[in-house]
């Protein structure tokens, strides 16, 4: 089949030639590269071989196939021809790197390979041609160190102590002062490692170079942290890498060269300003992997003028171009630009709405340009906890300072301190909040980034691969902190003058770079704290269709939702007012006077009822409070939905406490008492407690619930009316798979609001309605709807019957093996399934719609906070989203999002 | 409301109006006497108060509406003209019966009131204006007995105890043999229970009589008996009852008068036969009660000769008209007859199937009708164990022999005695066989005998309660055993000369009445054991467009199902196959060396190998085995499905050794061993198993097992082709939710076949297909029939998933009690819920269709042998329905009657 294709498609573009879908095809480090060419910038001659190229490399058994091989060659011809040089050539050789480019941007995950060209003859070449002795070998080392580890899979450390060794008897501080000597005999043993490492001499034909390079770039699509980084970052695996070769350009040349990187704004602060680093006498690599500590970018300014103003000019044409903020890759050979690399910058989330809300006052973009331009998970962020500044909190902030870093990614963190990345992992899994303290990160890392809540690193710059990847997680990360050493040996580290063991807590705040000892006292900012994050939320309310409720069952989280924009309350759970110190005693007597394995008859009946009123007590005071924080704004109630086991301690826990009692002869009356309780979590056990006796089940078996639970909620509504209040309650009954069941269940709730309505002699105006959490319910939605003024989704447990997937046992038993084998594209209790849960919902709306063209519609399970499921949501026409608070700010912007990109 | 809809209903017919659908506007009775009277046929005047009234009378509080009372006094009115009698009139009075007729028989369900109009003034003019004092007294003296126990909730053996004690003291063997005096005696005697009981004198004006008799009418279809009978029969509680209201004639009048009732054909045997019972100088209600033991209706040939022929000749009459054989209940009165009922006569399975058959040999009706004649899930009957008659167990059975009854129901069945209703059902749920051994039974009686595997009374013919309700459940019952005598007290019995205690064991045979001691052999027919059974299924098989298939695991199965008729097998479960005691063990030691918790190594690796290979030595055996018994019939093999902790020890059972252990100090290898296996336990333990890591979750998560399941197929098939057999496996891939899961599944199964077929060098043919269980499967169906050849319907775990019921819970905690509030009309996990999970298959047939046209599409719950669901299965149009082998023959009627049904 390879064969029929080959021939038709063109697998190589070279920066100079125009196509569609650029981004796509070349993957976004060509298409930039295309595009700058196109714009007039000034980037180096090369080409990129297409993403397309890379399943047709796996297709081919993990090599390239001659098609393609043939076209690289093609245009490898092209390049001679612009540079005047020839690749091999021992005079005049051209060389070119070899680097990845994949759709989605994956910094650092893959791999590159600068230099290639380079063996023994062409070095001297180099060497004629070029900048002289030095520079060649310089240029031959770095590309047999990088070559070997890419490519022949030679772990760098052994180079580096070769490097580290010279260095350390000659005294220098820093590559850049290593003599012509000292190189050549880098170079040499470099060789010696190789040979003894692969059995065979470093290649010297460039072209076998060039072939084993790309296929090392494909290859590097599979690494296990590209893995990683996808599975993280929802990538799909078939996207595939480009493979783009550059002619060489030298930062490594001579005083005059460097290589930097740069952004069209502050990443951490969206100031409007130029911001990045510059490392002189090197190569991209060394900037990147934090090998050096670069200078500023600001210092160009005064250093070489020229340079600075002509990026400046670039960043404002990259700018324009692009309608975003830039990260771009420059290299400076003898006092001339080039440019390597531009993309849309990773930004930290206050960067992102000041630069978001700043492009549309500079008449840059539209509101709904700017709107689009923000990650709407991110601005959470703005909302993560920062040490307090109040007075008393100052003085123990001051006492408890250590030491300072570069502030690399927002953000304040408290945690213990572990040392390794698999370490925080299984910390993270027991509970603990961890701070993972390096000397510096590399891709291997990610895993453990993930899991702790900040990072703390002794080498690296603003640009290092720890400062993006954390700002990609939105997590706090303090970099290049000098002072920090750690002895991994012993497990304990040194910061400034201080040591700390392995799990000591320490705090580090990532905006402002300072480390402390010990824990510091966290405040939560709102969104009205944040000037530009509140324009957002306005440009995104005045934009949104849907409405944005809360998931809330305290008065304390209503008030929470209310403050960050909640327009009301899409589910409140009943069941977890029961669990308070206070009431869990009578829920538990109520379950136990219902049981038919008690028989002490009429007692039996009196602890029943005594329990009723007693829950009737608690209930009453609940609903007050909440309906009453949500004036004027609807609340929907959600009437008792779990198994009644949950309120009963596990049968795993009684036996063992039974036995310990037998074991020790006790015999009193703690035995009986848990023999009682045991008969009756027995009694109700379930094989399925999902499937079982829950939701309006619960309701129909004991209507005393129900009743209770009616009587309390139209009993708050009319004291709070009586109090000069509006409240607005909606009665939602959970788990119907029949109308019956909402029919035998409304007539109860009917009746009970009516005794209550004549005996306060006032008519609260309330809803009743129905959760839509089972594949029956939406498929019989149209004879549900006629006895329902509301459907809310319950996705949560729609996505588990429709999938069949009980959510506990799926997350831990295999789900993960599922996304990792690519069978689940996204966890479907994360983002709402489109094509089958999606399908059931649009089948209920449509049917429910049908049969009461007034019902309202809402989603209270937690897709109601992604912004994916949120897009779903508004494409099926629901009337709003309910989600945690803390998401509803997210979900004010995604929905804003929904309502424009649905546009098209 | 109801006023409204008064103004137009008419909600009295006269047996002489014509109207359309007869039969749920009057009631079964109703419309039979109107449809006689129309034919022609002696029935007495009357009138019938239409089915709707029922639910008027409740929706009026329980009471009869004035609109519905003033038609009824309208058609007194009639009633009066047509008789030349006058209701209430002391002279000439009009006596009436009122009786219930519900849509669908409920025989003897409901209650009936006779002779209304009597008090003590018209008993005079009874007297006078017909057969004198002791009639009228004996009329009078029955009615108020009657109308006590109907209306007035009086206890019927305060009654009879004064009869019998007035018997007793006489020495009279019957009722009939009360003198005037006595009969007088007896009234009054009745008239102070009447007073003693309800304070008042007994109601004197036939006005209040009547309303009252007409409202217990309707409230006797709320009694627990007729409410039992509808839950077991499935007959919707919405369909009320009509009341039929008829001038009396009277059975009791003379020598000259009787009752009797009369089946068009024998309704055990289904000879062409008049049968039936006659009882002279009788009510109704005495034969039905088994009061008295009547005469044969045959006997009536030479007492009667005239009646007879009649009786002959209307019993013609009415088949020709009903097309069916009939139940007719008459009463002659002076030597004229009066027809009073005729309905389609109950039967047992062999009369049903002769009487089908002969009736078309007849010209009677052609062979469709007669195959809807049959009710599909009681041919099973006829393959129900029946007692040996070989040598050797002939002679067992003549020495076990006690004594015979009436042979009121056929088939054999063996038990524990047990005398009480109650008794009966709960030995049922403790998994006891028990044979229900009774006086004679009543309506409250019925929960009893539906929990019994036969019944046996001393008193009652074959038209008794007993009979009668056996005959409906299919269950042997012997009545009218003179030599049974009951001892409650000492709960024990003697039958002959034997004495029996409680939970002694018997054996009855229905068929001959005889009843032995212990337990006698019992042998299974086959359906071609009876000749017009294999006539009906073979008309079955000419008409159907199902295909029949079974679910069979074992080669035994197998087989049972080709005799039954199956064409194929459409599930084969494999894990049945790794119960066996020495199968167990390895497939223990497979999960046990796959834990993640286990950590010997090597040692694991090596025993997982082991089992594995252990295994497939098993599973080639098993499929060789049953692929030969179905040469040339598809088998569809399903790929192992349940949770792994399904094959290991329960947590409870565990830590209750474990204790025991530790609680006895032993702390040896056994303690070790057992902890081991709950650490295993506690590690693979899911929150809903149901939902969770089984099906081919588990495939792919341990794709060594799938793979040694497809290379044991392809092994037998390769082997069976060797040895010229034709084995048509196909290869189901359980609990596919994803198109994907499918996908990598098949890629696996697909290599391991070529490594087999490559290895023995044959290519065996083989379809891949997949269940479709989920929700999720069916909604993405058309992704899915992408890569399945046939689709499989679980419509198990797909009721379970699409309800949210998890079937063992569901059953045991709420199921019952929904059914019994009307919620569910049917039990989900018996009859498919068209609405829901029919809707669900629908959308997947049409999907899967769509998106491949060769899609088989079959379905394999238990469903597959039930005829309503089978009739819905025909409507969706699947290729073949799989039951259990027992079930194929129901299921060949079954799709033969949809295929008949469906073309209306």
């Known amino acids: 089949m390879s064969q029929k294709t080959d021939s038709v498609i063109k697998w190589v573009y070279a920066f100079d030639e125009k196509t569609e879908n650029m981004n796509s095809l070349l993957g976004g480090k060509g298409a930039g590269l295309a595009e700058m060419t196109h714009i007039g910038l000034p980037v180096p001659p090369g080409f990129t071989v297409i993403t397309k190229a890379c399943k047709e490399f796996i297709n081919n058994n993990y090599h390239i196939p001659d098609s393609i091989w043939q076209d690289i060659l093609i245009n490898i011809k092209k390049l001679e021809l612009l540079t005047n040089k020839t690749y091999g050539d021992v005079n005049n050789p051209l060389l070119v790197s070899v680097r990845s480019g994949s759709v989605v941007s994956m910094?650092?995950?893959?791999?590159?390979?600068?230099?290639?060209?380079?063996?023994?003859?062409?070095?001297?070449?180099?060497?004629?041609?070029?900048?002289?002795?030095?520079?060649?070998?310089?240029?031959?080392?770095?590309?047999?160190?990088?070559?070997?580890?890419?490519?022949?899979?030679?772990?760098?450390?052994?180079?580096?102590?070769i490097l580290d060794e010279i260095k350390l008897k000659n005294n220098y501080q820093s590559d850049s002062q290593l003599e012509f000597n000292d190189i050549q005999k880098i170079v040499n043993q470099f060789k010696e490692i190789v040979l003894a490492e692969t059995g065979s001499d470093f290649p010297q034909d460039p072209y076998t170079q060039l072939k084993l390079a790309v296929e090392a770039v494909f290859l590097s699509w599979f690494s296990d942290r590209a893995d990683e980084y996808r599975r993280i970052n929802e990538i799909s695996d078939s996207l595939g890498t480009a493979v783009n070769i550059v002619a060489m350009v030298f930062g490594n040349r001579d005083q005059n060269s460097g290589t930097g990187v740069a952004f069209t704004r502050n990443p951490s602060t969206g100031t409007k300003e130029l911001f990045g680093e510059y490392l002189d006498i090197a190569q991209g690599e060394d900037v990147v992997a934090g090998i050096r500590t670069p200078k500023s970018i600001s210092s160009l300014e005064e250093s070489n003028k020229d340079l600075y103003s002509e990026l400046v000019k670039i960043s404002k044409i990259l700018e324009g171009h692009y309608k975003d903020a830039q990260d771009m890759e420059f290299t400076v050979e003898s006092n001339k630009l080039y440019m390597l690399q531009t993309r849309s910058a990773k930004r930290s989330a206050l960067a992102s709405v000041k630069i978001s809300v700043d492009m549309v006052s500079e008449g840059l973009i539209s509101k709904e340009e700017s709107l689009n331009l923000i990650d709407p998970t991110r601005i959470n962020e703005l909302m993560l906890p920062k040490f307090s500044d109040e007075e008393e909190d100052l003085s123990l902030k001051c006492k408890a300072y250590i030491d300072s870093g570069l502030n690399a990614s927002p953000g304040a963190a408290v945690g213990k301190i572990v040392f390794d990345p698999t370490e925080a992992v299984e910390m993270k899994n027991l509970g603990e909040k961890v701070i993972l303290v390096r000397d510096e990160t590399s891709p291997d890392d990610i895993h453990g980034m993930h899991a702790s809540t900040g990072v703390l690193t002794a080498k690296g710059g603003a640009t290092s691969h720890a400062a993006v990847v954390a700002r990609g997680m939105g997590k706090p990360c303090i970099t290049g902190c000098d002072s920090l050493h750690i002895d991994q040996q012993n497990k304990r580290c040194t910061i400034g003058n201080q040591t700390f063991q392995l799990y000591d807590i320490i705090s580090i705040d990532g905006s402002s770079g300072e480390i402390f000892t010990g824990t510091m006292k966290t405040i939560t900012p709102s969104p009205s704290d944040t000037k530009e994050l509140s324009t957002i939320l306005e440009w995104a309310d005045s934009t949104r269709k849907l409405g944005i409720w809360a998931n809330a069952d305290t008065p304390e989280d209503a008030s929470k939702a209310i403050e960050l924009g909640a327009e009301g309350i899409g589910l409140c759970r009943t069941e977890h007012m029961f669990f308070g110190e206070e009431r869990l005693p009578w829920v538990q007597q109520l379950i136990m006077s219902t049981s038919s394995i008690s028989t002490n008859g009429n007692n039996q009946q009196n602890k029943y009822q005594e329990s009723i009123l007693k829950m009737l007590e608690f209930q009453i005071q609940d609903f007050y409070e909440i309906l009453k924080v949500m004036d004027n704004k609807p609340v929907v109630i959600r009437l008792i939905d779990p198994p009644l086991h949950e309120f009963l301690p596990s049968y795993e826990k009684l036996i063992d406490q039974i036995y310990e009692e037998k074991m020790n002869n006790n015999q009193g009356e703690l035995l009986d008492q848990l023999e009682d309780i045991l008969a009756i979590v027995k009694d109700i056990k379930e094989s399925n407690p999902m499937l079982g006796l829950r939701g309006c089940r619960l309701g129909i078996l004991y209507p005393d619930i129900v009743a209770m639970q009616t009587k309390a909620i139209l009993t708050a509504a009319c004291q709070l009316i009586k109090e000069g209040n509006n409240p607005i309650p909606e009665?939602?009954?959970?788990?119907?798979?029949?109308?019956?069941?909402?029919?035998?269940?409304k007539e109860l709730l009917l009746q009970e609001a009516s005794k209550v309505e004549e005996e306060l002699q006032l008519k609260p105006s309330y809803k009743i309605g129905t959760m839509i959490e089972l594949p029956r319910a939406a498929i019989t939605a149209d004879d549900i709807a006629k006895h329902a003024q509301f459907f809310s989704f319950g996705t949560n447990d729609l996505t588990q019957t429709t999938y069949g997937f009980s959510r506990d046992d799926a997350e831990s038993k295999f789900l993960n093996e599922y996304q990792e084998k690519g069978i689940l594209s996204t966890n479907p209790f994360k983002t709402l399934d489109e094509k089958g849960v999606g399908q059931l919902m649009k089948i209920a709306i449509e049917k429910g719609r049908l049969s009461n063209s007034d019902l309202e519609l809402g989603i209270c399970g937690e897709h109601g906070g992604d912004p994916k499921s949120i897009l779903i949501c508004h494409n099926l026409g629901l009337n709003y989203v309910s989600a945690s608070p803390y998401r509803v700010p997210v979900a004010r912007l995604a929905a804003a999002q929904a309502t424009i990109n649905s546009k098209n």
């Not at 060649?136 to 102590?161: C, G, N, P, T």
């Not at 009665?731 to 269940?745: F, T």
């Open 107 to 161: 910094p650092g995950m893959m791999d590159t390979v600068l230099n290639l060209g380079l063996n023994d003859q062409t070095v001297l070449g180099l060497s004629k041609s070029s900048g002289g002795e030095k520079f060649a070998y310089d240029s031959y080392r770095r590309f047999i160190q990088m070559y070997s580890k890419v490519v022949l899979e030679i772990a760098s450390d052994k180079f580096e102590s």
């Open 731 to 745: 009665i939602m009954i959970p788990l119907v798979g029949d109308y019956r069941e909402l029919v035998v269940l």
